[in-house]
């Protein structure tokens, strides 16, 4: 593995050896001193072209912890606002020494071409492009879910059999096809709810099923965990797509509220990859019950983050070249 | 043991029983008793032998009817310290998986820790723990129990308790099995020329 690009990449002993170096990583962030060496010296830059703070954030202390410098590059009032090219974008941050490159960037297969193009010679991390990927917050919702069902001995496990329900914007969501990828490969058994309109063209295909019918769903499928993807309420607007009639409408057919939080399994949990919109998506009452893992979300993905950051980065580079 | 033509068994089971043994007696003496002890075994191997020299004290200390004070079981007096992330040498090498590192609840703040490994070397690997230990706490002393001592040392290291000094070249191998890895107890020797291995995954120690 010398990039981190796609979640379909990863082959199941991948998947695996990420998740249980994350769980080595988690137990020392509990420690009162955090911070641990390996990565002494090395610079990561952090290559925002989209707004995030939750992922660079989460990035950076992933970074921070593991003793490397970060460089944080947001294209806001940067020379890519200027019409610089991604090439030279690159190829700068190159020049001033970077070890590894994190991106995000709104057009999908971004980091694919900055990986791949021969510009620069660092690891990079794919931190969300476009309608594409999102491997580390796949991996963030597969640690946690790992966590849940195996308890303390997770070290070495899959999620065979675990049932997952994804619920909201599969057309416009990175997370849901980075998840639909690592939970498939991971062995667990997904479904996919969404009205007929956010469901992209092609989606049937995928390694999962899909509905229209969350309340049916959530009775035949008795899921494990539950995840709500963020809804964006311009896509009501004819403007934004004219996806769906009205929030209203949204949250009485795909919302999870009170009755289909009780509806659920006593063991399932609720996910979200935040940021949440109350009251759309997920209610108060679900965001905010002892199932709701969002938090642990959060903290794990610093832990995944520096497992990922580990792997692609503390070993010699030679022999990173051998294993690709 | 099918290692005859390939190596020098230089300690048997037994031996490596009586060498444990002797270190658990010799810690229990200078530490005069259990109290405020934790041993922290580094993996891999260093981890069983800690366990087992754990088990050896607690059971001299509950024959000698002493108190055991605070230790009312093996996982609160041993445990594992990864130092993979600490090693100077991670940048020379593929990246290496990462070890479980495990502290006994009681934490090593103000305790006697002694660090427990197989094979002690050029001094590199300790001095890597020593790092990782000041990361986790601040020990009242650090000692060092050593099954195989073979010399060679590039830093000012040396053990506290050692199973057997070992006399080798620089171009001989150390390789150590124990039970709960290898699934036999040997400490082998290697010469020069000795290039295959039997049949176990057993790993070449120069640490």
């Known amino acids: ?324 | 043991m099918s290692s005859g033509s390939l190596g020098t068994i230089v300690l048997t089971e037994s031996d490596i029983s009586r060498a444990l043994t002797r270190i658990a007696h010799e810690i229990l003496e200078r530490n005069k008793g259990a109290q405020d002890l934790v041993l922290l075994g580094i993996p891999t191997r260093g981890a069983p032998l800690a366990r087992r020299v754990g088990a050896r004290i607690l059971s001299a200390e509950n024959r000698e009817g002493d108190s055991v004070d605070g230790i009312d079981s093996l996982d609160s007096l041993v445990g594992a310290l990864d130092i993979t992330m600490h090693r100077d040498d991670l940048r020379r090498q593929p990246t290496r998986a990462l070890e479980p590192t495990r502290i006994p609840a009681g934490g090593i703040d103000d305790k006697v820790v002694v660090l427990v490994d197989d094979v002690l070397y050029s001094g590199r690997t300790i001095r890597a723990a020593l790092d990782a230990i000041s990361d986790i706490g601040r020990p009242r002393a650090v000692q060092l129990a050593v099954l195989v001592d073979r010399g060679h040392r590039e830093l000012p290291i040396r053990a506290d308790y050692i199973g057997k000094n070992l006399p080798t070249s620089r171009s001989e191998r150390v390789r150590v099995q124990l039970r709960e890895l290898d699934g036999t107890d040997a400490v082998v020797l290697h010469g020069t020329d000795a290039v295959v291995l039997d049949g176990t995954d057993a790993v070449v120690l120069d640490g």
């Open chain 1, 1 to 324: 593995m010398r990039h981190l690009l796609s979640a379909a990449d990863l082959t199941r002993a991948e998947a695996i050896e990420i998740l249980d170096t994350a769980e080595t990583m988690a137990q020392t962030q509990s420690r009162e001193i955090k911070k641990l060496p390996p990565l002494r010296g090395m610079t990561v830059v952090n290559l925002f072209f989209e707004d995030s703070t939750r992922t660079r954030i989460s990035f950076e202390a992933a970074a921070k912890r593991l003793s490397a410098d970060v460089i944080n590059f947001s294209a806001k009032g940067s020379s890519v606002s200027k019409g610089e090219s991604l090439k030279d974008t690159a190829q700068t941050l190159a020049a001033m020494g970077a070890d590894a490159v994190v991106i995000r960037h709104p057009a999908s297969g971004a980091p694919h071409r900055l990986a791949t193009a021969g510009w620069i010679d660092t690891p990079v991390i794919n931190a969300g492009d476009g309608m594409h990927q999102h491997p580390t917050q796949a991996l963030l919702d597969a640690f946690t879910m790992r966590r849940r069902r195996h308890g303390a001995a997770t070290t070495g496990t899959d999620l065979a059999g675990a049932r997952v329900v994804i619920v909201g914007d599969v057309l416009h969501s990175r997370v849901a096809r980075s998840n639909v990828d690592l939970l498939a490969t991971l062995g667990a058994d997904v479904v996919l709810v969404a009205p007929p309109t956010l469901l992209p063209v092609g989606a049937e295909v995928w390694p999962c099923a899909l509905s229209y019918d969350l309340d049916a769903t959530i009775a035949e499928h008795t899921p494990d965990a539950i995840m709500m993807l963020r809804v964006q309420r311009e896509r009501m607007s004819s403007a934004g797509g004219g996806f769906f009639p009205s929030p209203m409408e949204y949250s009485r057919r795909y919302g999870l509220d009170g009755a289909r939080l009780r509806a659920l399994p006593d063991h399932a949990i609720v996910m979200h990859p935040g940021p949440m919109n109350r009251g759309l998506e997920i209610s108060a009452q679900a965001a905010d019950s002892a199932r709701s893992t969002v938090v642990e979300q959060v903290s794990n993905g610093v832990a995944v983050r520096m497992a990922v950051l580990y792997l692609l980065l503390a070993g010699g580079r030679s022999s990173e070249r051998n294993a690709q």
